[in-house]
């Protein structure tokens, strides 16, 4: 069983930035995609960006390119969100998916079959 546990959200103002991790447990972490997702209250499950399980390709929703970086460490079997230049539209629930079908996915949330609770980032105008 894969397990994913995120950490390192908070409040933050406006122009600020966070880091977010998110720990996978499983043996064959390294040979997944791995990807974030974001809701706000009242809105739908939003892709946010995806990795491939070499690190070696990325891809951002167009909101957050330039400010957000996704990277993975696999001999720590984590993954990370680096959040830059924060705005309030970035208020939502933050949650790391795996696709462990994949070594390289996309934007589509079925493509990920194991996903984290959750960690709420909060940023104030």
């Known amino acids: 069983q894969v397990q994913l546990v995120e950490s390192g959200g908070g409040l933050v103002q406006a122009g600020g930035s966070l880091r977010l991790s998110c720990a996978v447990s499983?043996?064959?972490?390294?040979?997944?995609?791995m990807g974030w997702f974001r809701q706000a209250p009242g809105k739908e499950r939003e892709f946010v960006a995806t990795?491939?399980?070499?690190?070696?390709?990325?891809y951002y929703t167009d909101s957050v390119k330039g400010r957000f970086t996704i990277s993975r460490d696999n001999a720590k079997n984590t993954v990370y969100l680096q959040m830059n230049s924060l705005k309030p539209e970035d208020t939502a629930i933050y949650f790391c998916?795996?696709?462990?079908?994949?070594?390289?996915?996309?934007?589509?949330?079925?493509?990920?079959?194991?996903w984290g609770q959750g960690t709420q980032v909060t940023v104030s105008s």
């Open positions: 998916a795996a696709a462990s079908r994949f070594r390289v996915a996309g934007l589509d949330p079925k493509a990920y079959d194991y």
């Open positions: 499983g043996r064959t972490f390294s040979s997944y995609a």
């Open positions: 990795i491939s399980w070499s690190g070696g390709s990325t």
